[in-house]
């Protein structure tokens, strides 16, 4: 099983940048799929996730300004993230778990991550 995430890079404080996860093996139609982020010295923390039937969860720093979604076939999600912030800077990590129309934000409760992707928000 694996997790790739595509779309990062460096943009400008106010921009816009959309993550992908592609997942090589299965459809995630019954997985909870969740981004992380870690910024150097921090630990790895939620920003987003979605459970199998659409529901997300936001963590409060990103509210208003992330967007998770999945595509269409169910072996891709997305995070859109818009009005970019330097504090947003930080290794962007996908993670996968078998859990039917359950939202998972623990990150110890996630079995499959993909490698990581850094986005840089310059300022």
């Known amino acids: 099983v694996q997790l790739v995430e595509s779309g990062g890079g460096l943009v400008q404080a106010g921009g816009s940048l959309r993550l992908s996860c592609a997942a090589s093996e299965f459809g995630v139609s019954k997985y909870a799929i969740g981004w992380f982020r870690q910024a150097p010295g921090t630990d790895r923390a939620i920003v987003s996730s979605i459970s199998s039937d659409g529901r997300t969860y936001y963590t409060p720093a990103v509210k208003g300004r992330f967007t998770i979604s999945q595509g269409a076939p169910q072996n891709t999600v997305y995070l859109q993230m818009n009005s970019l912030k330097s504090e947003d800077t930080a290794t962007y990590y996908c993670?996968?778990?078998?859990?039917?129309?359950?939202?998972?934000?623990?990150?110890?409760?996630?079995?499959?991550w993909g490698q990581g992707i850094q986005v840089t928000v310059s300022s």
């Open positions: 993670a996968a778990v078998l859990a039917l129309d359950a939202l998972v934000t623990r990150r110890d409760e996630y079995d499959y």
